[in-house]
C-alpha cells in the first residue's frame, strides 16, 4: 500500500513488488513444467510469454501478474491456487449470509464475501457518507468494483468518476486511487482485490494507515 509503490517499473522483482521474496510461486512453476514434459520454450510459447520472461520467473527475479498466472494454469493444466501453493482447506464453496464474517474499520462495514486464503479476497462494502474520502491508496494488485445501492465517487489517477448502482469498476491499484460516498444515505458495493502482489494486511480496507497519503483535495464531483 506504500504510495512508492506508484512509480514501480514493468519489471520490478518480487522483492520490490511486495517486501517478501516469491518463496513457492518459482519453483512450483517449475516443478509443473516438469510435470508437463515442456520445455522452457514450449510453455513459454503456450502461455503468451517470452522463455527470458518466464525464465526470470521461474527463478524468481518477476512476480507474476494474475493473467500470466492464468495462462500458465491453462497451459498446466492446473489452477492459480495450486500455482501459488496453497494446500486446499476443508471449507466450503458457498458462503451463506448468516455465516458470512462481517466487521468494521474506518468506518466501513466490511463483509465476507469469498473464501480466505484464495489468490483473491471477495468482499461487501458498507461505505457510509464522508468516511475514508480523504485517504488515497497505492498498492500492488488489481481491485474490481461494483455499485450495489447509492453513488460512489472514485477518483482514479488524475481522472473523477461518479458511479452508480450497476456501474463497476476494474483498475491496477497501483494507480493511486480514492473512494468516497457522496450521499448522505452512503453507498453499497462488492470489492474483488488480488492478493498475488499484496499481504492481507495491505489490502485498499480498514483506515488506510499503513502507507496511505490524507489530505489531497477532491476536486469537484457531479
Known amino acids: 500500500m506504500s504510495p512508492s509503490g506508484a ?28 510435470h508437463a514434459g515442456l520445455t522452457l520454450e514450449a510453455a513459454a510459447h503456450a502461455a503468451g510469454l517470452s522463455p527470458a520472461h518466464l525464465s526470470r520467473l521461474e527463478t524468481g527475479r518477476r512476480q ?14 492446473t489452477t492459480v491456487s495450486e500455482l501459488l501453493g496453497e494446500t486446499p482447506p476443508d471449507r ?4 451463506r449470509a448468516a455465516d458470512a464474517e462481517r466487521r468494521r474499520a474506518g468506518g466501513w462495514t466490511y463483509l465476507q464475501a469469498g473464501a480466505a486464503g484464495r489468490g483473491m479476497q471477495a468482499l461487501r462494502l458498507d461505505i457510509p457518507h464522508g468516511s475514508q474520502g480523504d ?15 447509492g453513488r460512489l465517487w472514485l477518483r482514479l489517477g488524475d481522472a473523477e468518476h461518479v458511479l452508480r448502482p450497476g456501474d463497476s469498476a476494474h483498475f491496477d491499484s497501483l494507480t493511486p486511487h480514492r473512494l468516497d460516498a457522496p450521499d448522505p444515505d452512503g453507498a453499497e458495493a462488492l470489492f474483488v482485490h488480488t492478493l498475488l502482489q499484496s499481504p492481507t494486511a495491505a ?20
Do not use: F, N
Open 92 to 95: 466450503d464453496a458457498v458462503i
Open 135 to 149: 485517504v488515497v491508496r497505492v498498492h500492488p494488485g488489481e481491485e474490481w468494483l461494483y455499485v450495489l445501492r
Open 64 to 77: 507474476p501478474s494474475l493473467p500470466m498466472l492464468l495462462a500458465l494454469a491453462r497451459t498446466y493444466g
Open 7 to 34: 512509480g514501480l517499473p514493468a519489471d520490478a522483482t518480487a522483492d520490490d513488488a511486495s517486501g517478501a521474496p516469491v518463496t513457492v510461486v518459482a519453483p512450483r512453476l517449475r516443478e509443473l513444467r516438469g
Open 203 to 222: 489490502l485498499c480496507i480498514g483506515d488506510g494507515a499503513r502507507g496511505a497519503e490524507r489530505g489531497h483535495g477532491r476536486g469537484g464531483r457531479a
